[in-house]
């Protein structure tokens, strides 16, 4: 049985104040029957891990350097991720991908970089606008997949968040036939490279527009583990309700 996982990015958002979200987050939940993950700016992420503290909440960085340490101003290698308190970091968002020109062989590095760190890499995959409307989608996936997940993947240290482009932060969501297609897709393929037992074992997130009022919905759809959300979860109040639909979608 995977355990749901329903994870935080906010991406370049947050201040000090905003670890108040975090405790709020902690507090509403002291026993969920899903993961929690926040991934914070890395400005925030040991303030978060100690407000955190002894709660089942998790957090997490946004992006690693494939390399321990050197001379790269301005990077995070993974062993500081979790020298920090982090346990996982997201990988190969589309926006690192567009923004810093990320291939998906540097995604493969930085991942690889994070297992040998101890960190879990929630490795993200997501087709354009322009590339689903060419019919392209599952090959984009499929290429992505190969070449961002290393060989060193378990069920363990690796998710796999499905992120379309075209609803990230548009408040487009995917149907659920869209995202079961993918899903399914991303499942079998996983399965064919890693066998069965940790082909089954990876966890599918999806992620692009989930609010509370489309997350229970979406987390009816098949092989979708939980969801990495964005502008959803940075106030509790909303993320609650995401989390309580997911707990809610065990039982279905
Ligand atoms: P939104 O939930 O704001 O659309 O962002 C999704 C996302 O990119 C999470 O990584």
């Known amino acids: ?3 749901k996982l329903a994870a935080g990015n906010w991406k370049m958002n947050g201040l000090m104040e905003d670890l108040e979200q975090v405790r709020s987050i902690c507090v509403a939940h002291t026993d969920p029957a899903v993961d929690l993950l926040i991934c914070p700016p890395v400005t925030l992420v040991s303030g978060a891990v100690k407000v955190a503290q002894g ?22 290698s993974a062993s500081m991720l979790r020298d920090a308190g982090a346990t996982a970091v997201i990988l190969g968002h589309s926006e690192r991908r567009a923004d810093h020109d990320e291939s998906s062989d540097d995604v493969r590095a930085k991942a690889r970089a994070a297992h040998a760190a101890g960190l879990m890499a929630v490795i993200c995959v997501g087709e354009s606008l322009t590339q689903r409307e060419a019919a392209n989608t599952l090959d984009i996936i499929g290429g992505q997949l190969s070449s ?45 490279r890693f066998g069965a037992g940790v082909g089954r074992s990876v966890r599918l997130l999806y992620g692009g527009s989930v609010k509370p009022d489309n997350a229970a ?35 279905i």
């Not at 997490?60 to 050197?70: F, V």
């Not at 993320?239 to 309580?244: A, E, L, M, R, V």
């Open 148 to 192: 961002s997940v290393p060989d060193t993947a378990t069920g363990e240290n690796t998710v796999i968040a499905y992120e379309p482009c075209w609803a990230i932060g548009t408040g487009l969501t995917a149907s659920p036939d869209q995202i079961g297609e993918v899903h399914d897709f991303i499942r079998a393929r996983l399965e064919r």
């Open 217 to 251: 919905l979406i987390f009816g759809v098949s092989n979708v583990d939980g969801a990495l959300v964005g502008g959803a979860s940075l106030k509790q109040a909303d993320f609650t309700p995401i989390i309580n639909a997911l707990e809610g979608s065990i039982h």
């Open 1 to 3: 049985m995977r355990r």
């Open 55 to 76: 709660h089942a909440l998790q957090i997490g960085g946004q992006d690693c350097h494939a390399l321990g340490a050197g001379a790269h101003t301005g990077d995070i």
